[in-house]
């Protein structure tokens, strides 16, 4: 049974939003994307998921920008931050869900709820979100990173899984981390994109001249410091191991498929769990919450 909490969430996002009917409560802009992931051999390793045993896994990705209007300009600062979701494999599928910023506004449900009725609450009550602001680093902090992103393309960006993970080895050995996604392609990197369409655009035109690559790494956790805190980055990034490269081979040919399509990152194959911090369980209820509302229709 859902926790009220995540329900609560959902509330306040379609409270703060003018959703049209089947559209995201969040993210509802995005551009599908297909290809394959190819593990590198370390990575059998390191994880004894079935994706990693060398073969080519399809991929679908659905980059994304932030908001709940589906015709957001895409040069606008309300985009921050960009997501990423994706599902790889077939019969043992990984599906993650991320973004474009290394932090969150909360390190827990209450506080993130609190924050969202804020944002709702802002043009009557501007104090309020100044109130929230004033008591919460972790919501300034995340304000701050979004203000200072360059809108550069989507295959020159890292998103960030926040969720820590536990991959587990063939031998038993597991190890907790982050798992983070990082294209570093020319598509508007060192350049602010302007435009409209400036980030479907720049994709677009890359993935036209051949295949584009991002690389999925595995971050361990730091010897120090809280790995259960979503609104923090982890320090140097040391010791990040590279996992396999997602392909991006072509535009989907159908980008109205995306409306009834779910990525739902409790999905994990056999060999990686989440390891667990005080917002997952909501958010993973608000995820399907939200797309039960959205594939029933109701704004």
């Not at 969430?9 to 802009?29: E, M, Q, S, T, W």
């Not at 997501?83 to 932090?103: C, K, P, T």
């Not at 584009?212 to 595995?218: H, T």
């Not at 979503?230 to 140097?236: F, I, K, N, Q, V």
Request: net charge negative; aromatic share 6%; hydrophobic share 45%.
């Amino acid at each position: 049974m859902p926790q009220p909490i995540a329900a609560g969430l959902i509330d306040a996002l379609h409270a703060g939003a003018n959703v049209p009917p089947g559209c995201r409560v969040n993210h509802a802009r995005g551009l599908l994307v297909e290809g394959r992931f190819l593990g590198v051999p370390r990575a059998a390793q390191i994880c004894a998921a079935p994706l990693f045993d060398g073969a080519d896994q399809p991929l679908i990705v659905r980059f994304s920008d932030s908001g709940p209007d589906p015709r957001i300009a895409q040069d606008s600062p309300a985009a921050e931050p960009r997501g990423l979701a994706l599902r790889i494999g077939q019969d043992s599928q990984l599906v993650l869900v991320g973004h474009s910023l290394e932090g969150f506004p909360a390190r827990d449900p209450e506080t993130f709820l609190a924050f969202i009725q804020a944002l709702n609450a802002q043009q009557a009550a501007p104090e309020s979100l100044q109130a929230h602001l004033a008591a919460n680093p972790e919501a300034q902090r995340f304000g701050q990173l979004r203000q200072d992103t360059q809108p550069a393309g989507y295959a020159s960006r890292t998103y960030h899984m926040l969720h820590p993970y536990r991959l587990a080895a063939a031998d038993g050995r597991t190890r907790t981390g982050r798992l983070t996604i990082t294209g570093k392609h020319a598509d508007g990197a060192g350049k602010a994109l302007a435009g409209p369409d400036c980030m479907d655009e720049a994709l677009r035109h890359v993935i036209a001249a051949g295949p584009v690559a991002l690389e999925l790494a595995f971050t361990p956790a730091p010897e120090q410091g809280a790995a259960d805190d979503l609104s923090t980055a982890w320090p140097g990034h040391a010791g990040s191991m590279l996992l396999g490269y997602l392909i991006l081979e072509r535009i989907a040919p159908d980008q109205d498929a995306q409306r009834a399509l779910v990525f739902d990152p409790s999905i994990l194959p056999a060999g990686i769990e989440f390891a667990g911090d005080p917002l997952l369980t909501v958010r993973l209820q608000a995820y399907r919450l939200a797309a039960e509302r959205r594939l029933r229709g109701v704004p």
